[in-house]
């Protein structure tokens, strides 16, 4: 029996473009499955397999062949030109869209009392009032307004996600909670496309390496057992969830885009939900420790294990009603 060889050093994720092979890698018996060291998502005590199957199979060359890409050796590592053009791209991305929400800022309606856009919580208290009457004079512009800088922070991970909700929730009440489930939704996605299309797989894994590695066999497990958007529901609702890192990740681990996006709407409600609720009593709040106690992260974590109740139990419990089903029909034949 003649065994293929195994990558164990891939110019995908190190700068270096030899590849090292292994002619006898360590198989289980009978399995014919390769034990992998695992890591932890970036403290996530969330344990895969003792096990994982091999991706593929790897020809004489390096070149790993994967039922659902195909990763070479000569053309995975970009040049140094290449690398400056995808992050001056993402520069000038970046630098466009600032331009258009200052011109748009520069542009509003004059107001007679000064007003800008909050910067820390404290500014947000001081304003609220000021905030509220400018909106309501002025909603179109400021809504457009609203609606670009908060898809802008969540596209480019910018922290303040928190002030923002709470911002919307001060100018626009309820209705605030499905518009900032909708845009960080929306934001998300355009992180994810940026990821994918501008800095590409290689740029991504030099950064995270092994975390990428490790939520890549995660996905690939989950979706084998048909469980992948409850995987991905679970990671949101996950209140320490390293989100950035997800946006990023997700295109080169393979998510596809319409879980993603699904997931981040109705993973993030809960939190947006605190956020936005919380302006109706921002005057009695004196930081974001206050919106998000521990009573209120203790709710959020239980709704997240609610959630991947089916990611873990779903065959079972899809086994078990389809034997009650079965054991009826049965008994309804011989009466």
């Known amino acids: 029996m003649t065994l293929a060889p195994v990558v164990r050093h891939s110019p995908l994720f190190s700068p270096r473009s030899k590849v090292e092979l292994l002619s006898t890698p360590p198989l289980l018996p009978e399995t014919g499955r390769l ?14 397999p003792a096990e994982m199957s091999l991706p593929g199979p790897v020809d ?21 030109n290449a690398i400056a053009a995808r992050l001056g791209t993402l520069v000038g991305i970046f630098s466009g869209w600032l331009f258009v929400l200052y011109q748009i800022g520069h542009n509003l309606p004059a107001y007679e009392e000064e007003i800008h856009l909050p910067k820390s919580f404290d500014d947000l208290k001081s304003q609220s009032v000021v905030l509220q009457a400018y909106s309501s004079a002025h909603f179109g512009p400021v809504l457009t307004l609203f609606t670009l800088v908060f898809t802008f922070k969540q596209t480019f991970s910018i922290p303040g996600s928190a ?22 939704a929306i934001g998300s996605t355009l992180c994810y496309h940026i990821s994918q299309i501008v800095l590409g797989e290689f740029i991504v894994a030099r950064f995270a390496r092994s975390n990428l590695g490790y939520l890549r066999r ?6 084998e057992s ?25 295109p080169f681990v393979g998510v596809p885009v319409h879980p993603f996006f699904m997931s981040i709407f109705l993973g993030l409600m809960p939190y947006n939900y605190v956020c936005v609720q919380a302006a109706a009593t921002l005057a009695q709040l004196d930081s974001f420790a206050d919106i998000l106690s521990l009573d209120v992260l203790l709710k959020l974590l239980s ?28 008994k309804q034949q011989q009466a």
């Not at 002030?163 to 960080?184: D, E, R």
Request: net charge positive.
């Open 60 to 80: 004489v060359r390096g070149t790993l062949l994967h039922p659902r890409r195909t990763l070479s050796t000569e053309n995975s590592v970009p040049t140094k």
């Open 226 to 250: 048909g469980n992948l958007f409850y995987y991905l529901l679970f990671l949101r609702l996950f209140p320490f969830s390293p989100n950035w890192f997800l946006n990023v990740a997700s």
């Open 303 to 330: 709704i997240s294990v609610i959630a991947l109740i089916p990611a873990l139990y779903g065959q079972k419990i899809a086994s078990w009603v389809r034997g009650r089903m079965s054991d009826d029909v049965v």
């Open 163 to 184: 002030l923002m909700n709470i911002l919307g929730g001060l100018l626009y009440g309820f209705w605030a909670f499905p518009l900032v489930s909708l845009l960080t």
């Open 35 to 48: 034990v992998e060291e695992q890591r932890p998502l970036l403290g996530l005590a969330f344990a895969p």
């Open 218 to 223: 995660r996905v690939e497990v989950n979706r």
